[in-house]
């Protein structure tokens, strides 16, 4: 809990801040984890255009070959988002597994977390055969003809970090600390030889 | 969706029309629309755990991460869009206060968290809100992006973008290494919007009310609050710092050290709002406030018996509160009376009495008289008073000199020997 602070009683007793509104929902964590995956699943590749990447121009052996890592992509991913959701969500999250593993040979803290940022928490073994399937289904085509593809694919910019203001601003971390120059009054006492009762 | 849009350079925001949307159903909308906002959802901040324990440390870097994310990509918004989601997404506004009210202040109980990636975690939120508070304060951010410096005044205040709190919010969290920054921002807010001014003048009473407060809770009384009340026989005792529970005194203690960072911050950072302070009093009342509080707060901590370090602490915060009041004094005098009267100003008389009262006031405050000279030395104030205003009254000078030796007299501190009182 936040200690006690003047602008808290500020915002509580004087008429110049806006008046909270309490009926307004704050996002949660869950409802945030919705939201990601609804915003990514408006950047422009989809789950078919995924298959037909890998079906399509084939050799039989290899189409079947693709199609069951393809499954096996689109098994992790229910398991990752649950069951109660629908095909589409399903397929969305498969989508997200390929471009997450997709330049990976293993599950590292960086793609854990990601998942976990998106999905909230999931089985490891899920994640753990997501990625080897997507290795195997790279192997096919090779990994820069599938990373032109998600480039082409995807209609979200990545940001310019140039762009991005207040780059160049120097910004300093100093914050205001209690002073620390005041002796103690007992450590005082003591040193003249006198006896504290506390 | 393809986007075509049609806004005219060196024309400001709030007179640009856009014309986007799928070919063949375009519309054209005004730069600074509702639906032009994205539904981006900003999670609302909460601090770092006070335990390290592994699932609230994950909790926080989740939520935080998400946060990081989403001001990232804020920032790296174009103008125009920038300028929509800060006004049209409540979102937004609420992760935005929500640091302000609840980061961790340099003079928090271990405001530094012991796991390294919270702290870098933290810090990389604490710039990225820093920098999306400079950038709702600036009205040109180019030469092509800009918006009518009126109409940024208006759509600051009426949106409630920066409000008093989150002015003085934002002073104690990030003033102390980004001062020139900070004065910037605050004085481009007040100058493009004066209602701030009216704002400040409102809050002020709310602020002396904190003050009241705090000496209520001490079971302490300002003349103004009605000690000549009389007190029903069957009243409680009021409750003293000697009295009041650990928690309650430690709250209290907390309570004046934070109000107190934060008054010096705000006026150290902006010294524009002195004049608003002054002209409500603030002064004596606070010189007051410090004779009445500071001894039996000091008293309490030195003679109850509890927890060493929380008492050590609690010590420190006094002693930090009582340097932050003497402090804002002096920054109240140096703006509001001797910085004018150095300047010339044609009403160097007025302010030269304006001095000579307020510290006429002071002298029955003697135990905060005394903690002034010692940082400030009056001598060296009416030294320089008597060079800038040559027909000074020697006799009222003399007097309040005298009165500042009794002051060091009556409490029982010997005065440090400096080269101005030695003359």
Not at chain 1, 55 to 76: F, V
Not at chain 2, 144 to 157: H, L, Q, R, W
Not at chain 2, 169 to 184: A, E, P, S, Y
Not at chain 2, 227 to 235: D, G, M, Q
Request: aromatic residues 10%; hydrophobic residues 35%; glycine residues 4%.
């Amino acid at each position: 809990m936040s200690p006690p602070r003047l602008t808290g009683a500020l915002r509580s007793f004087s008429t110049v801040s806006k008046q909270e509104d309490f009926t307004l929902e704050l996002y949660d964590l869950k409802a945030k984890r919705l939201k990601r995956q609804e915003l990514f699943a408006r950047e422009g590749l989809t789950w078919p255009k995924v298959v037909q990447l890998f079906t399509q121009h084939q050799e039989k052996k290899e189409q079947q070959s693709a199609s069951q890592e393809l499954k096996n992509i689109l098994q992790a991913a229910k398991q990752i988002v649950g069951t109660e959701f629908g095909q589409d969500t399903i397929e969305s999250a498969a989508v997200y597994l390929f471009k997450t593993f997709h330049n990976k040979d293993q599950v590292g803290h960086e793609e854990t977390r990601a998942i976990k940022q998106m999905f909230g928490p999931f089985p490891a073994s899920a994640a753990e055969a997501s990625c080897v399937a997507v290795g195997q289904l790279v192997a096919l085509l090779g990994e820069s003809h599938v990373e032109a593809f998600i480039q082409t694919q995807s209609s979200c910019k990545t940001v310019d970090q140039g762009a991005t203001f207040g780059r160049n601003i120097t910004f300093s971390f100093d914050s205001y600390v209690l002073d620390t120059q005041d002796a103690l009054p007992w450590e005082e006492e003591q040193g003249e030889g006198q006896s504290l009762d506390f | 969706m393809n986007l075509k849009e049609m806004a005219c350079a060196r024309v400001p925001l709030d007179e640009q029309q856009v014309t986007e949307g799928p070919r063949g159903r375009e519309r054209t909308l005004p730069a600074l629309h509702p639906a032009r906002k994205e539904d981006r959802g900003f999670l609302p901040y909460q601090p770092p755990p006070e335990d390290s324990s592994p699932a609230k440390v994950e909790e926080f870097l989740e939520q935080a991460q998400f946060i990081s994310e989403d001001l990232e990509w804020l920032l790296a918004l174009p103008h125009d869009k920038f300028w929509c989601q800060v006004v049209f997404d409540e979102s937004l506004q609420k992760c935005l206060d929500s640091y302000l009210r609840n980061a961790p202040r340099g003079i928090d109980f271990a405001s530094l968290s012991s796991s390294p990636a919270v702290a870098e975690m933290q810090r990389s939120l604490h710039r990225s809100i820093f920098m999306v508070f400079l950038r709702m304060a600036t009205h040109k951010e180019s030469k092509d992006n800009f918006i009518t410096p009126a109409v940024f005044g208006e759509i600051i205040y009426d949106n409630f973008l920066f409000d008093i709190p989150k002015i003085l919010d934002l002073c104690v969290l990030f003033g102390r290494g980004n001062t020139q920054l900070m004065h910037k921002m605050i004085e481009n807010i007040f100058n493009q919007q004066p209602s701030y001014y009216g704002d400040l003048n409102e809050t002020v009473p709310s602020i002396i009310q904190v003050f009241d407060t705090i000496l209520e809770k001490c079971g302490l009384q300002s003349e103004e609050t009605g000690a000549s009340e009389p007190v029903k026989l069957n009243t409680q005792p009021r409750r003293t710092p000697m009295t009041m529970t650990e928690e309650d005194l430690a709250d209290l203690v907390l309570y004046l050290c934070d109000t107190c960072t934060t008054i010096h911050s705000f006026l150290d950072i902006f010294p524009e709002a002195c004049s608003t302070f002054h002209q409500h009093g603030f002064l004596n009342r606070l010189s007051s406030f410090y004779e009445m509080a500071v001894p039996d707060l000091e008293k309490a901590l030195t003679k109850r018996n509890f927890d060493k370090c929380l008492q050590e602490d609690l010590w420190r915060r006094v002693c930090h509160s009582r340097r932050r009041m003497v402090e804002i004094t002096h920054l109240l005098l140096q703006h509001t009376c001797l910085q004018p009267i150095l300047e010339g100003s044609e009403h160097t008389a007025s302010f030269v009495e304006d001095f000579l009262q307020t510290f006429s006031a002071f002298l029955q405050e003697k135990r905060f008289l005394a903690d002034y000279d010692e940082q400030f030395p009056v001598a060296d104030d009416i030294s320089l008073l008597q060079q800038a205003f040559p027909h000074l009254d020697d006799t009222r000078t003399s007097y309040l000199l005298q009165a500042v030796e009794s002051a060091w007299d009556s409490i029982g501190k010997k005065r440090p020997v400096t080269a101005s009182s030695a003359n």
